[in-house]
DNA sequence: GTTATTTACGAAACCGTTTTCGTAAAATGG
DNA sequence: CCATTTTACGAAAACGGTTTCGTAAATAAC
């Protein structure tokens, strides 16, 4: 249906082959004869079948984005920053949600083996139990926030313990003795760090673990709601929360309005989060801002250097790109 | 490099025709060498290179989605909805970005065209300035929320007109006499549908029109505030404030916390916004909630359905799926 | 038992591009 | 002026499927 190669060779009373190589600028192709095609190209605006090139040259130019979800802001952002380098680059951007499920997950990712794209950035759902669904992947993988570690690739992380840890440190600079750590669901991994690095804080500042409960949340709203309320509503309760992922916090907040505990008086928050609304929440919420814009772009520029290289295997590296704690009225 | 209809032929002494046959259960292959083809095919994982496909069928099984930006949260919901629909179809999504503008729009639509995809869902670009970029587009197009009506295709909308009725009743309802009304940038229908609706609600209850500013903002976050202290600092400033989209709203929120106004006592807001922590804001915010799953969902029930048809003509109409208001403190 | 039809499969063309290889003509070398 | 290299192009074979068409064998029809 579109004009192809073969329309202009006809019309130009050149060899299919000629066209082809003059279109890509081939030192075999006399100077006016690719004169000759461009013009003519142009003129009927060609551009050619990505199928066909994609088929003979076995590249794509797609790559596949696998996300838990894309409401949350985190993800959101690194998409942003993600579409951004490879609009640069000239790649398309698949996406794909998994909805933290792992069966899910699996199941994309097996059908991204194909050959529909180069590369994929994923960030793992929580709720992958099955850990054998990235063995037989043969695409560059990179990953982002929510990494794999003990698959040899490229992992854009932030300083999550650090972070875990710091937060600790500046509800104890602000009089808190009882911390609550509220894990979010399924066994990532950087939830993993940013509880040890709230554990590790807790040590070092001689804070008695027994008043700083780990909650454990769901993937249930209503639930967690139910647990947090829990643990909030006794007179034993905690005097501060950190919250390990932006829903949770939010429904930290939530539970704390339903309660009538007043924020930052009776119970201060912190929370991991990227909203940009955070300063305009009731009250403002402190935030552990992760780099999300930064973290797509960096996953999204490992991965091009990948594909841009002969091999193509990704670098087994990690690059961090630390975190921000941004101090607003829920912890003053 | 991967495993294709030839080594399956090869391995089964079958022609490559009768194992693509067997593989598309075509009644011309008899039972048992659908059932061999099938079993070794599974077996040894194949999977149906897409490029080979589409360039034979001319059907890719992707579509592109394009929206000024994804970190917005009605778009992020409009993705998921559209996700869920492409995933259940077998479809696959390819997201673009266009950032508010024009240009890059139409950079964008126009790469579309060689058959990278098999139709377009596009809310358009606020600085779309450049009329013309849709009319050579041969693909299937259906417009989600900010629509083109003069082209003929596919549009999901939301009650425009009426929700900015209804934002107006509902201020007048608590008192409200000085209603101003915050302009999103561009000339986008949507926001003239909702200031006509708005206007038309001040004419009904006769209320003074002088009394109640259309602030004309923009695509800047600083200069915004700037405008709206100019209209907030003084006297005889509105006692109530509609946000036409969500960005606005959340800029007038700011500007109030900046000038010490209270909102409800001293002014009142509601705005056009899908955010889910709308009620966590300080003050919770009255929305015109926008049904952008649903939107999502219709706009890729409707693409699809064009697409299984023989003839690729999306069908000229207009689905309106209506926006509630939800009360909350902000005008209480 | 002969002819007509159905069944089950294979050969080959095709989708649009890239790439290898072959080859006249032109340019260069001695 | 003849031998060799370079230049500029064309023919054809891929890439991995799908689809049309042809055709033996099996079955049905009479």
Redesign the interface.
């Known amino acids: ?2 004009v192809t190669i073969k329309k202009i060779a006809e019309d130009l009373n050149l060899a299919v082959s000629t066209v082809s190589k003059a279109l890509r600028d081939s030192h075999e192709i006399s100077a006016d004869t690719k004169a000759r095609v461009f013009e003519y190209a142009t003129k009927i605006n060609y ?6 090139s ?2 003979k040259g ?1 590249r ?1 130019r ?1 790559i596949a984005v696998v996300v838990p ?3 949350d ?1 985190f993800f ?2 690194a ?2 920053g993600i ?2 380098v490879a ?1 640069r680059e000239g790649y ?6 998994t909805h933290e499920d792992g069966k899910q997950e699996q199941a994309i990712v097996n ?1 991204l ?4 794209v180069d590369g994929i950035l994923i960030s793992v759902a929580a709720g992958a139990t099955d850990h054998d669904h990235f063995d037989d992947v043969k695409l560059p993988l990179v990953f982002f926030d929510r990494v794999r570690e003990d698959i040899p690739s490229t992992r854009i992380v932030t300083n999550d313990y650090e972070s875990g840890y710091n937060a600790v440190k500046h509800l104890i600079s602000r009089g808190c003795r009882r911390i609550a750590f509220l894990s979010a669901f399924g066994g990532l991994n950087i939830i993993r760090y940013r509880r040890e690095g709230y554990l590790q804080a807790l040590k070092d500042h001689g804070i008695d673990v027994k008043n700083c409960p780990i909650v454990s949340c769901t993937n249930n709203e209503s639930e967690n709601l139910r647990i947090l309320t829990q643990v909030l509503d006794h007179t034993e309760r905690p005097d501060s929360i950190i919250g390990s992922v932006e829903k949770v916090t ?1 429904q930290a ?2 539970a704390c ?1 339903e309660l009538n505990l007043s924020i930052p008086v009776d119970i201060k928050v912190v929370g991991f989060s990227h ?3 955070a ?6 919420l402190t935030t552990i801002t992760q780099p999300a814009y930064e973290m797509g772009r960096a996953a999204a520029t490992a991965l091009f250097k990948t594909l841009s290289k002969k091999k193509l295997d990704v670098v087994n590296e990690q690059i961090e790109i630390p975190s921000v704690l941004i101090e607003r009225a829920s912890t003053r």
């Open positions: 249906m579109g551009s050619p079948n990505p199928y066909a994609s088929l076995r794509s797609n979800e894309v409401s802001s959101s952002e998409i942003n579409e951004e609009q398309h951007v698949m996406i794909y949600l059908d083996g194909n050959g529909r939010m907040y939530v309005h909203l940009q609304i300063s305009l929440l009731n009250p403002s």
